[in-house]
């Protein structure tokens, strides 16, 4: 069964940074796609960032390239988004989620990820 526990999420200012991690139990990094996803009030869940098996192609919604970076410990199962450059429309609640490789797509979207984290909520302010 997977389980995903995500934590590092906090306050802080514009232009801050934080790094999310996600522990990953019943997950074998080399079929599964990994992604982070995250959704502000009112507004749809969206997918962030992925990365795919193998660990060398990844996915960035354009809102946080060059400011977001995702990667994988496979030796801790443990899964990062390092946030740079923060602004306040990043703040959001967090989600790990992750799928079986034939599951996986170019761009990550909510419905073919079938195992979620319970969420870590981010917060930039002004």
């Known amino acids: 069964q997977v389980q995903l526990v995500e934590s590092g999420g906090g306050s802080v200012q514009t232009g801050g940074s934080l790094r999310l991690s996600c522990a990953a139990s019943?997950?074998?990094?080399?079929?599964?796609?990994m992604a982070w996803f995250r959704q502000a009030p009112g507004k749809e869940r969206e997918g962030v960032a992925a990365?795919?098996?193998?660990?060398?192609?990844?996915y960035y919604a354009d809102s946080v390239k060059g400011r977001f970076s995702i990667s994988q410990d496979n030796a801790k199962s443990t899964l990062f988004l390092q946030m740079n450059s923060l602004k306040p429309e990043d703040t959001a609640l967090y989600y790990c989620?992750?799928?079986?490789?034939?599951?996986?797509?170019?761009?990550?979207?909510?419905?073919?990820?079938?195992?979620w984290g319970q969420g870590t909520q981010v917060t930039v302010s002004s």
């Open positions: 989620a992750a799928t079986w490789f034939t599951l996986c797509r170019v761009q990550p979207t909510p419905d073919a990820y079938k195992s």
């Open positions: 019943g997950v074998t990094f080399s079929t599964y796609c």
């Open positions: 990365i795919y098996p193998g660990g060398k192609r990844t």
